[in-house]
């Protein structure tokens, strides 16, 4: 099975508009982390934001943030006031603490922005 | 200071040739890692690397493919021969022992790997 799912092969945002972008995991570890990732035309792949498992609230790096809901095993990315250079693909992935350094990515969501 | 870089960029081989992937992860990490992600899918875990050993190899698709860390620097990916279904692109990433919080991979570029 899947341990990461990401529905949205693709999306549009509005210039200055907020998008959520979705990601569910499927895991049976207790302590597991939680990221995402940003991947421009230009290849290199951007760390983001990182949730862990056990943090109550939800994390935020600047115009980022993680919507954390353990119960429905989602971590949605919000990415608020889009902007022009925030067209990417972005990607959802998890480690789970039993091995440590190993990530499972989603097949990532290819985000548009318009002017 | 320099990211983790990755050499070539894209690759365009004849099935049955070799190809060798190579990448330079950022000074003083020791873990190493590759990934590939085939057109439209998910990224896919290879193989880790602390310094020159190899720590955990369950995602290598098969014995065609060999990693290398020689020295526990640099790291070498050969494919031999090359399939049709190897195209796609290989990542590699590296993090340092301690880490960051959550201990968070810094991946490379990718090269773009095309099989004929």
């Known amino acids: 099975a899947q341990k990461i799912t990401q529905t949205q092969p693709g999306m549009f945002v509005q210039e200055k508009e907020a998008v959520t972008l979705d990601c569910t995991y499927d895991?049976?570890?207790?302590?597991?982390?939680l990221f995402w990732y940003k991947q421009p035309s230009s290849g290199e792949m951007i760390f983001l934001i990182y949730?862990?498992?056990?943090?109550?609230q939800n994390a935020t790096e600047g115009r980022y943030s993680l919507n954390f809901q353990k119960a429905r095993k989602s971590a949605n990315l919000v990415i608020s006031a889009s902007q022009l250079g925030d067209s990417a693909m972005y990607f959802c992935?998890?480690?789970?603490?039993?091995?440590?350094?190993?990530?499972?990515f989603g097949s990532g969501t290819k985000l548009n922005v318009k002017p | 200071e320099a990211g983790v870089t990755q050499f070539p960029s894209h690759s365009v081989i004849e099935k049955g040739q070799t190809v060798t992937l190579r990448c330079d992860p950022i000074?003083?990490?020791?873990?190493l890692y590759w990934y590939r992600r085939v057109m439209g899918k998910e990224i896919k875990f290879l193989l880790h690397?602390?310094?020159?050993?190899?720590?955990?190899e369950s995602g290598m698709p098969n014995n065609r493919f060999l990693a290398e860390r020689t020295g526990g620097t640099y790291s070498t990916l050969k494919v031999q021969p090359a399939e049709l279904e190897d195209s796609g692109v290989y990542f590699c990433?590296?993090?340092?022992?301690?880490?960051?919080?959550?201990?968070?991979?810094?991946f490379g570029p990718g090269t773009r790997l095309t099989v004929l």
């Open positions: 690397f602390v310094k020159e050993s190899k720590q955990d």
């Open positions: 895991t049976s570890d207790q302590s597991y982390g």
């Open positions: 990433a590296s993090s340092g022992l301690a880490g960051g919080p959550g201990n968070e991979q810094f």
């Open positions: 992935a998890m480690r789970e603490d039993e091995n440590f350094n190993k990530f499972y």
């Open positions: 949730q862990g498992s056990y943090d109550e």
């Open positions: 000074s003083g990490h020791d873990n």
